[in-house]
C-alpha cells in the first residue's frame, strides 16, 4: 500500500504544479521591440502570431514561439494598424485607425488594399469577424469621449450600427456570436448587445462597470468568458458570461492593450504591453473560442 500511496501523492503534487502554471505572466518577447502603439495580436490557422508596429508604426510583426520578431509587412504612407482579423481566406483585415480605413492584405502576394472606407468613420480601432465574414468595429472619438460600432460586410459596405457610444475600444463576438461585448474606455464600462442573424444590435444592457482604470482589448474563451485588458492596471479581467469577476490575472506591464488565444491547444493568452513594447503570455485552463470548434 506504501507504494501505491507514494505514487499517487507525486502524482497529485504534479497536478498541483501543474495547476499553479496558470495564469502566470511570462515574456515571450523582449522589451522595446515594438512602438508604444504595439497592440492587436492575432494567431492564425497555421500557427503564426502576428503583432503590430513593430519597430515603427505602420508595420506588422511576426512572432516566432521563441520570442524572436521579423518584419512580416510595412503598410502604405498614411496607415497605422491597431488590430488584426483573419477572413475565411485567411487575408488579414487591419483597422487602421489613422488612414481611418479596413485594410485587407493577400495571403498569397501581401498586397495591401482598402477593403472598407467611410467618410464617417473617426478611427476604427478594434475588430472581431463572425463565421459569416462580417467585422464588426469600435470606433471612438477620444476629443469628444464619444464613439460608435459598425459593421463591415463581405462585400466592403460599412453600416453603421450605433453613433451612442462612449470611447468604444475593445469588441469581442461571444462564442455563439448572439451577443457583441464594446467597452468605452474612458466611460468604464462593458457593454452587451444581442445579434440578430443578419448583424444588426439589439437590446443594449451593461455587462460590467468599473470605478477605475482603462479598457482596451477583449476576447472570448470556448465557454464564453470574456478576458478584459486593464489598461494602466495590468491585468486581464476574466467575466463569466453572466457578467462574474471570476480572477485578475496580474501581468507584468501596466500598460496591456491587447490578448489573443493560442499555441497547439488554445489555451496560450498572447497580452501586447505598451510600456514594455513587447508580448507577455499566460496559460489558461481553457481554449479560446477559435478553437472549441
Given at each position: 500500500m506504501k507504494p501505491v500511496f507514494f505514487v499517487a501523492f507525486i502524482g497529485l503534487t504534479t497536478l498541483r504544479a501543474e495547476a499553479q502554471e496558470f495564469y502566470q505572466a511570462k515574456d515571450l518577447t523582449a522589451e522595446n521591440l515594438f512602438t508604444v502603439n504595439c497592440e492587436g495580436p492575432a494567431y492564425d490557422k497555421h500557427g503564426n502570431l502576428f503583432v503590430v508596429n513593430y519597430q515603427s508604426d505602420g508595420t506588422i510583426g511576426l512572432v516566432h514561439p521563441d520570442g524572436k520578431v521579423e518584419l512580416y509587412i510595412t503598410l502604405p504612407e498614411g496607415s497605422i494598424a491597431n488590430a488584426i482579423q483573419f477572413d475565411k481566406k485567411e487575408n488579414m483585415l487591419l483597422a487602421d485607425f489613422k488612414g481611418h480605413n479596413i485594410l485587407k492584405v493577400d495571403?498569397?502576394?501581401?498586397t495591401v488594399s482598402v477593403y472598407s472606407h467611410s467618410d464617417q468613420f473617426n478611427q476604427?480601432?478594434?475588430i472581431c469577424?463572425?463565421?459569416k465574414g462580417q467585422l464588426f468595429a469600435s470606433d471612438p472619438n477620444w476629443k469628444t469621449n464619444t464613439g460608435k460600432i459598425w459593421r463591415i460586410d463581405s462585400d466592403g459596405k460599412a453600416i453603421l450600427l450605433t453613433d451612442k457610444m462612449?470611447?468604444?475600444n475593445g469588441i469581442e463576438l461571444s462564442p455563439d456570436e448572439k451577443i457583441l461585448y464594446v467597452n468605452e474606455s474612458v466611460q468604464r464600462v462593458i457593454w452587451a448587445f444581442d445579434v440578430d442573424d443578419a448583424g444588426n444590435l439589439h437590446n443594449q444592457r451593461k455587462f460590467f462597470e468599473f470605478s477605475d482604470f482603462g479598457l482596451d482589448g477583449m476576447k472570448c474563451d470556448s465557454k464564453g468568458n470574456l478576458y478584459v485588458t486593464r489598461y494602466d492596471k495590468g491585468v486581464i479581467a476574466i467575466f463569466s458570461p453572466q457578467g462574474k469577476l471570476l480572477r485578475e490575472v496580474q501581468m507584468k506591464g501596466k500598460k496591456t492593450s491587447n490578448i489573443t488565444f493560442g499555441g497547439k491547444d488554445g489555451k496560450t493568452c498572447y497580452v501586447t504591453l505598451q510600456d514594455r513594447k513587447?508580448?507577455?503570455?499566460?496559460r489558461s485552463e481553457i481554449s479560446g473560442k477559435q478553437f472549441g470548434f
Open positions: 495571403s498569397k502576394t501581401k476604427p480601432n478594434d469577424i463572425n463565421k462612449g470611447t468604444a513587447g508580448v507577455e503570455i499566460f
